[in-house]
């Protein structure tokens, strides 16, 4: 499958509006749901070696901000960004 960013937007903006709209998107209904979504943006998580200045607390902040989302009763995390710097294996 071969999906490119404005596939992905587009498919994630539908997937948006159907949660939206609840049961009225697929003709039933209207339930009073409530989806608690936190996001986070290019977040670049780096766990390399202790010394290497890139990875100072990168993974101890991602930490804290599920734990953060997890006391407000989140129910899904969005990374809407870059999770990491390179993509390489370091």
Do not use: Q, W
Not at 18 to 45: E, K, Q
Not at 46 to 52: Q, S
Not at 63 to 71: D, G, H, N, T, V
């Amino acid at each position: 499958m071969n999906c490119g960013r404005l596939e992905f937007m587009r498919g994630g903006a539908a997937f948006f509006v159907a949660a939206g709209l609840g049961n009225r998107a697929f003709g039933g209904v209207a339930a009073a749901a409530r989806l608690r979504v936190g996001v986070l943006s290019d977040i670049h998580v780096f766990d390399g070696a202790p010394d290497d200045p890139r990875s100072v607390g990168t993974c101890d902040m991602f930490e804290k901000a599920l734990r953060y989302f997890a006391s407000r009763s989140v129910d899904v995390v969005v990374v809407a960004g870059d999770m990491a710097d390179s993509g390489l294996v370091s």
